[in-house]
């Protein structure tokens, strides 16, 4: 079978430099793909595509469109077992959370994320709390879920620009 060969693009370089720049992903350049961090990832053992070193190196090449597209970045569950296994300390999980700093920079985020976060300055959770589910509490002994401070919460969301990221006004 013959070789392709991988040549990186300027703009490659300059979004892998990007990555490093952020706080955590400063050590990608030590990954050298022993798959550790892969072969412990409980997302990993859930979904098939989803593998940490295949991240680590397309940032590596400065994949930038095969990264911020779609769902991938998305699915990291931010346990820090890849960095706890990695011989070397990258930071996958910091990789990927600068990843999504950079999507999210460029309007690019995930639907689930996104309703999450309009949802947080209407109910003050990430999920309407109501009757049915303060009764649920009550049956567990449990009493009902405190009122939050919603336009405390949307003005620190608008204050931080969270909101207008999301499209959520």
């Known amino acids: 079978m013959a070789q392709t060969e991988i040549r990186i693009t300027n703009e490659g370089k300059a979004f892998r ?19 550790t961090c892969s ?11 989803f593998r940490p070193r295949n991240i680590a190196r397309l940032a590596i090449y400065g994949e930038k469109d095969r990264l911020l597209s779609g769902d991938l970045v998305w699915l990291c569950a931010g346990c820090y077992t890849c960095y706890e296994r990695c011989p070397q300390k990258v930071h996958v999980s910091e990789i990927v959370s600068a990843l999504r700093q950079l ?9 689930t994320i996104k309703s999450i976060v309009t949802t947080i300055p209407k109910h003050g959770y990430i999920n309407e709390i109501g009757e049915f589910e303060n009764e649920m509490r009550g049956e567990d002994g449990l009493p009902p879920a405190p009122t939050p401070a919603t336009e405390e919460i949307k003005a620190i969301m ?9 499209g959520g006004e």
Request: glycine share 8%; with cysteine.
């Open 17 to 35: 430099n990007e990555v490093m720049a952020t706080h955590g992903a400063d050590r990608l350049m030590n990954c050298y793909q022993c798959g």
């Open 39 to 49: 072969s412990d990832c409980p997302v990993a053992k859930l979904v098939p595509e």
């Open 103 to 111: 999507a999210l920079r460029e309007g690019k985020i995930h639907p």
């Open 158 to 166: 608008k204050k931080t620009g969270i909101l207008s990221r999301v």
